[in-house]
Antibody, heavy 122, light 109 residues
Framework: QVQLVESGGGSVRSGGSLRLSCAAS????????LGWIRQSPEKGLEWVAY????????YYEDSLKDRFTISRDNSKNSLYLQMNSLRVEDTAVYYC???????????????WGQGTLVIVSS | QTVVTQEPSLTVSPGGTVTLTCASN?????????PNWFQQKPGQPPTSLIF???NRHSWTPARFSGSLLGDKAALTLSRVQPEDEADYFC?????????FGPGTKVTVL
């Protein structure tokens, strides 16, 4: 069945960087938009970014686009999130999600990974 | 600032029916917001239930139904079972932006 497995989380000091990865399997990777959603007790669920099938178009939550970069490697069935200048408020579980590929401009998450925890300390 | 609101908590008896709603501070929620609904149990990632207002995923039990109710998106749980006790989140589309609601904790008691 469809699997999305995140990795790369961990603890980092404020101002540091992390690169999250998401390994996908059991579906045709290039047929789907993919994205990152994060969740923290303070802010709840927040959209982070999503990327088109070819990787040529990106959409970011406005407050994050100057620090975070989403990318994908279709040859490796992998999705990435480069996070720079991390802040304490970026502390969250980061989920890799797949779009349901339904007609329309929106992103409908269907499958979610188990998540990877990012902790940013001051 | 875009704000999506949901009931903080609801309680339902086993076998009963409960309706959760999802509102936007920008005005009435319509199908153009492509409402999605998700279920999350403690220690687990969210599970997708409904997309595009009322469409179930292949794994979504038929007792979960999505709709528009007045000015809001709604998720109705019918014939509620103990395992439906969970947090439920809605997601609305605002032209490239996607905003989650804060969630509704459903207790089955």
């Amino acid at each position: 069945q469809v699997q999305l497995v995140e990795s790369g989380g961990g603890s980092v000091r404020s101002g540091g960087s992390l690169r999250l990865s998401c390994a996908a399997s059991a579906f045709t990777f290039t047929d789907y938009y993919l994205g990152w959603i994060r969740q923290s007790p303070e802010k709840g669920l927040e959209w982070v970014a999503y990327i088109s099938k070819t990787g040529s178009r990106f959409y970011y939550e406005d407050s994050l686009k100057d620090r975070f970069t989403i990318s994908r490697d279709n040859s490796k069935n992998s999705l990435y999130l480069q996070m720079n200048s991390l802040r304490v408020e970026d502390t969250a579980v980061y989920y890799c999600v797949r779009d349901a590929d339904v007609a329309g401009p929106q992103f409908d998450p269907d499958y979610w990974g188990q998540g990877t925890l990012v902790i940013v300390s001051s | 600032q875009t704000v999506v609101t949901q009931e903080p908590s609801l309680t339902v008896s086993p076998g009963g029916t409960v309706t959760l709603t999802c509102a936007s501070n920008t005005g009435p929620v319509t199908s153009d917001y492509y409402p999605n609904w998700f279920q999350q149990k403690p220690g687990q990632p969210p599970t997708s239930l409904i997309f595009g207002t009322s469409n179930r995923h292949s794994w979504t039990p038929a007792r979960f139904s999505g709709s528009l109710l007045g000015d809001k998106a709604a998720l109705t749980l019918s014939r509620v079972q103990p395992e439906d006790e969970a947090d439920y989140f809605c997601l609305l589309y605002y032209g490239r932006r996607h905003v989650f609601g804060p969630g509704t904790k459903v207790t089955v008691l």
